[in-house]
């Protein structure tokens, strides 16, 4: 073992471990070599080209743990081709962004060939990532040791190992120095300030830094209807004129902050270099399962899986049970609204402040319940959306993300809607929506990040005793550190943090005309909301990959249907207050009338807002037209260099012949 | 100029005329001598290396009319140079479509080195036209002869030469062998049977063949409407049931057959080759004006125009003199209904067939009033637009048909809306709706069609008569078929073409539930449109330039609105139907909720469908995808050699050091 240590230092100097491969315990000799072989083999060969490294303890000591962690780097050499392979976007001297090709490299910003912090760590280990991904089956017909685990040419290794549970996990390493220089400016010092999201995106990649500059910027975006809504609830201002004002304002104050973020968003990823970043061919999904057959796109042999079939299982069987599931919401919804007469039964007879008290009981057990139903939900919908056996990860993704909606959007608001449109009660509807954002948010903030935290230090301490280490964290080896981040948990994607602010928005926007406090609790909950999910990143959960993104994807879709719906509520709520009413004591229709009026003219405005507003800013517009036209320049000199040749034998041709 | 001819002659054995240049009587020699010698020059020399020549009498005679025009066509090699530079589409061997390169011309369908049909004859004109168009100055500061006619490096100088008045037009000759065949599978004969929608796209490009496949596709989209709207007109079906199913399926099928229609679309743009033609980079318009300087997208000198001055006389002028306009409408709207209120009291004291009579007159007058007002307004927008000063044609074309179609959708809408909505006349809405839609369909296939026809006839015979000719039309010689074609009107775009289809599909579409039949006269004036369109494009108008296109554009998103709005309309109509009335006698306002709630849900039930039917078939989708994996594919592979080339070299290095 250890000649070969020797022999990988000799080769590289530099070896700087980025992503760490865990096999399980009782992996087979045989399989362990051929992987290692497969990804430090050349790129002619069918390999990654990569460079392997088992771990070892610093002093050679006996590992008591698992002893099948591998170390997977690369040469800066082999990582500037990867990253034109990936289709990384980068600054150019001149300040525009481009495709980083190999070639054209001395034409980048801040490259040179000894600068290895060119490429951040976490670009490198995207790289990785992705190059251990496609790494493909020539003609194994199964993984060495494993003949249960079947391969075909083209068949992604690390997949097929994954599926069989020989590898158990691999990640990237976090990067000690750089993550305490991010916490610092971050959030150990209290100060108000913009986040540092370029350094955010350095170090976790764009889809995490994307999700905290959309924290951030909802956060500021809100604030104004919080400021006027403060003045609201401290002098009870409940005339027609202001009411209407203020749920107007709210209305149209949505539509331009979601087409503002676009404009934002596109300016933030034009600098990182996602924007022009193209899509690469989408793989099938690891879960996704089925007999070999021909992709119609590729032609090559991969399995393949009726979309009828699929078809038929999303319609008879996941559709079906997500209506059993929201009827199941609408009943508890019920009991609910039982328990709270009860509660206001027993406060008419005893008026005590414990019964006071107790008036609130029954909105907190619903508020728990809701959350406990919810988890049990996810579960499910993830286990029907494998079920349906998606071909793509994005698919997936998407059906998941509609089912988990639907369900929270009702589990949240249908006993909202049922106060406010059935039993017609305001008081209970600023009550119930007090109640219930207020105790969300505790509990999403406690179950999020406190929580997992106080597990995780918990952990981290007895890890460190069993090392017999009082040392301090940054002084930890890479042996103790890897051991420690590999027990770390997964962080699973942005989809419960968007989830989050979006149910937060319905809060703020479907009864804003009733509760206008909404918007204050909202921006007090995102301000804590940004430290502890930097804590959740920094501390709690291994690094995750970098993932490109351009946008924050289906949830614009949701956020502008929410807002779409607000309107409806908001202008039903304003018709039923019973100032409106007021002025039209002879006519119920009159005022229907007006309303639905009002309604409908707010839709267009929104929708023809919508239109107006460009998706991108005019210089970032400007700089992607350049590019374009650059390409197209580029193409036709090509061209008119091959016209002026062919021609030129025509007329010679022709000349000939005078 | 003998010797010059022969000199063509032998040069290019097969030369065949494929566009007319009109140059103005008096142009002066030496600009003659100028362009003609810039059109032949070498593509390197900065010329558009296509063939000229000038038009004479067959039998060598003097010209009595405009000496100058031209014949310009092009060597077969060269127009398939051509087609590579206007990335032309064309279908492979394989069935597959890609786009043509003269290096891979052996792999596309039917090429053959003399198969001089590979490119129809429209697609020869569509080069010819964008190589004359893209014919640039290089150091002239002016047109030779013409020294208030500036250029610049850089502009384009057929441009310049319309601008001034040298170049009166240029256009296509048409082809008279192929028109016949077009004619005769296309209208000759009276029988049942779909278009020949490829035969239109070869000759007159796929713009026009779009619009063609648009209206027999929409009319085959009305049957269904047509056929139930029947059995409701005869036997007066007003029930209650009945009237909200006829509007339901209405609203339902408006929204289906608008998605449907973007996949056949698709399909046929697809089999076209448009669908994958990539937008080249948009040159400003002919009419814009302004300082000479730097644009920042190509980084050359054009002339620039301030979008800041272009938005104040958009919002300053434009939008206010569009306000006036539509003021103005609805002015003569009221006038209208005075007059409607004249003829019924007339009627109501004579009560003879006379005054019976009387009571259509208002309606007639006012739809001729309309169609008046209309054209007027159109000359008013075309000057603002023009005036607004837009750099694009597209964004031109967008301004230009935003402001006609609002001001048609008030003209011919406002009245309908008036009786339905605020005069709660069914009757009358009914009557007038009729009458406007049976008016409108006759004056238009009028003014469109026969009227032009009978003048050109006219005037054609009196060509012939000039000519001394008794000869028929296909024995004209090419002398004596340029001068009709150049005397032929211009057609100008299929922009009425598709207003007058909006228009009706809103009279079909907005108050179907009142009357029924409207869809039935919609099938039968769409079957005769049909025939006079393909008249019109065939014997009265000049050949137009072939335009690729993959889609109708804005025309979608208008026809999308219109059926949002039918929607609301429509459920407004059935909630104010007496029938719908009678079952909530006691609480209109429950029946006003009611309707709100239906017509939400229909909304909502739009999008969905809209979201949910895929916009292209799927074996078309998955053509695409095709096409683009093997894109990906082929720069992967040249990535994976270099990276293999240049890691071969750094391990070489690595394996010395050792």
Redesign the interface.
């Known amino acids: 073992m250890k000649e070969s240590w020797s022999?990988f230092d000799?080769?590289?100097p530099h070896f700087r471990p980025l992503v760490v491969i865990e096999l399980a315990k009782d992996t087979k000799e045989e399989t362990k070599e051929w992987l290692t072989q497969r990804i430090e083999d050349?790129?002619?060969n069918g390999g990654a080209?990569l460079l392997v490294k088992p771990l070892a303890k610093e002093d050679g000591g006996k590992i008591d743990g698992n002893e099948n962690i591998y170390l997977v780097g690369a040469?800066y050499?082999?990582l500037l081709?990867g990253a034109?392979?990936v289709g990384l976007v980068k600054e150019c001297n001149d300040n525009s962004m481009r495709t980083f090709t190999?070639?054209s490299r001395k034409t980048f910003k801040d490259f040179a060939e000894d600068n290895h912090n060119f490429l951040t760590m976490s670009e490198c280990q995207y790289i990785i990532k992705h190059e251990l991904e496609n790494l493909r089956a020539k003609d194994e017909k199964m993984i060495p040791g494993y003949p249960q685990a079947k391969l075909y040419p083209g068949k992604s290794i690390v997949r097929r190992l994954l599926t069989n549970g020989i590898l158990i996990q691999f990640f990237p390493l976090h990067d000690k120095e750089e993550l305490k220089k991010l916490r610092h400016i971050w959030y150990s010092r209290v100060k108000i300030s913009f986040q540092p999201l370029d350094e955010i995106r350095c170090y976790f990649g764009e889809t995490i830094a994307l999700y905290f500059g959309f924290l951030e910027y909802f956060t500021f975006a809100l604030v104004p209807m919080a400021l006027i809504g403060i003045p609201y609830y401290v002098f009870a201002w409940e005339d027609y004129d202001k009411y209407v004002m203020f749920a107007s304002f709210n209305l149209l104050w949505s539509t331009v902050i979601l087409e503002v973020w676009k404009r934002c968003c596109a300016r933030m990823t034009y600098r990182w270099g996602t924007l022009l970043m193209?899509r690469?061919?989408e793989e099938p999904r690891p879960g996704f399962h089925g007999v070999l057959g021909i992709n119609?796109?590729?032609?090559k042999e991969e399995p393949v899986y009726s979309?009828i079939k699929r078809q038929l299982r999303i319609y008879l069987v996941s559709l079906p049970f997500v209506c059993l599931c929201l009827y199941l919401s609408l009943y508890v919804m019920m009991i609910y609204f039982d328990m709270e007469q009860l509660a206001l039964d027993y406060h008419e007879e005893n008026e005590t402040s414990f019964s006071n008290l107790m008036l609130f009981v029954p909105s907190i057990i619903y508020a728990v319940v809701i959350e406990i139903m919810n988890r049990i939900y996810r579960y499910a919908a993830e286990f029907l959306t494998s079920w349906e056996n998606h071909r793509l990860e994005s698919s997936h993704q998407n059906h998941l993300i509609l089912k988990v909606l639907v369900f929270n959007f009702l589990n949240c608001f249908a006993s909202l809607f049922y106060i406010a449109f059935v039993l017609f009660d305001m008081k209970l509807l600023r009550q119930s929506l007090a109640t219930l954002l207020i105790t969300s948010q505790i509990l999403n903030q406690f179950a999020e990040a406190l929580f997992p935290y106080w597990l995780q230090k918990r952990h981290n301490k007895k890890i460190k005793k069993r090392m017999c280490a009082s040392k301090m964290d940054s002084d930890l080896s890479l042996f103790e550190q890897i051991n420690m981040e590999k027990e770390m948990g997964t962080y699973l994607g942005t989809f419960d943090d968007y989830l989050e602010l979006f149910l937060q928005f319905g809060y703020v926007s479907l009864f804003s005309c009733v509760y206008p406090l909404a918007a204050v609790f909202a921006v007090l909950n995102n301000i804590t909301e940004t430290y502890s999910d930097a804590l959740k990143m920094c501390k709690i959960f291994k690094r995750p990959f970098s993932e490109p993104t351009a946008n924050i994807g289906v949830w614009q879709l949701a956020f502008e249907t929410m807002s779409v719906i607000s309107v409806?509520t908001n202008c039903a709520l304003i018709g039923m207050s019973s100032q409106v009413n007021a002025i039209f004591p002879e006519s119920?229709?009159d005022l229907?009338?007006i309303v639905?009026l009002v309604e409908?003219i707010l839709l267009a405005m929104k929708f023809v807002m919508a239109f107006l507003i460009p998706d991108k800013p005019?210089d970032i517009q400007?700089k992607l037209?350049?590019l374009?036209?650059e390409s197209?320049e580029a193409l036709?000199r090509q061209?008119?260099k091959?016209?002026?040749e062919?021609?030129k034998d025509?007329?010679h041709e022709?000349k000939k012949?005078?």
């Open positions: 022999a000799t080769f590289e050349k790129k002619k080209q040469s050499l082999r081709l034109e392979t190999y070639s193209k690469q061919f119609p796109v590729t032609g979309s409806v119920k229709t229907i009338l639905v409908h005019r400007i037209a350049r374009e036209f197209l036709k061209q008119i091959l016209a002026a062919s021609l025509e007329t022709g012949r005078i």
